[in-house]
């Protein structure tokens, strides 16, 4: 399908119904990241504007490279329904707890232990394909609530830095994050 420059109505409820979307970053040198996510960690601005809530994991890649080039792709894929693939092209930036803006972005998202940033991203293309390919899967439970924020709750907030000081200061091409003001 031809690209499109903004969500509508019809992609916005597709969006809103998927358990899962994938992130896709990369720096001009180095690897290219590609990270699943999910649990109730994006919210659609408007048709030209989508946030999602980084939660803390055993890599930051993505901030890494949003600070050396920042083109973020999002993808979202129908596993139940009718087949559909929804890619949304933009530009990103990264706002941390220390940045203004902080207080009223994180006020969209539930409280989560690990929340580390939140990625706003500002859509300069959409794009749809046929998703004929990707396979009928049910969702059975979200991991976040059970596993993810249980183990964050249990370090607290110095554990915590403490972890991301360990993982997630740099990517794996050695890029830094902004993770920790320098």
């Known amino acids: ?15 809103e119904r998927q358990k899962m979307f994938f992130v896709a970053t990369a720096a001009p040198e180095g690897r290219v990241n590609l990270s699943p996510k999910g649990a109730d960690s994006l919210r659609i601005i408007d048709d030209t504007r989508i946030m999602w809530l980084s939660l803390s994991g055993s890599g930051n890649e993505t901030a890494g490279h949003l600070l050396q080039s920042d083109r973020m792709t999002l993808m979202f894929c129908a596993f139940e ?40 991203l500002t859509i300069d293309a959409v794009r749809t394909s046929c998703g004929t390919g990707v396979p009928h899967m049910a969702f059975e439970a979200d991991r976040v609530d059970t596993e993810l924020m249980p183990y964050f709750d249990t370090l607290g907030a ?13 990517t794996i091409d050695g890029y830094p994050t902004g993770l920790f003001e320098d």
Do not use: S, Y
């Not at 929804?86 to 969209?108: E, I, M, S």
């Open 81 to 120: 329904g009718d087949a559909l693939i929804l890619r949304v092209f933009g530009r990103a930036n990264a706002l941390h707890p220390r940045d203004p803006g902080w207080a009223d972005a994180v006020a969209r998202f539930p409280a989560m232990a690990g929340t580390r940033q939140i990625f706003d």
């Open 1 to 15: 399908m031809p690209l499109g420059a903004k969500l509508n109505g019809t992609l916005r409820a597709f969006v």
């Open 158 to 170: 110095d554990g915590v830095a403490r972890f991301w000081a360990r993982k997630n200061v740099e």
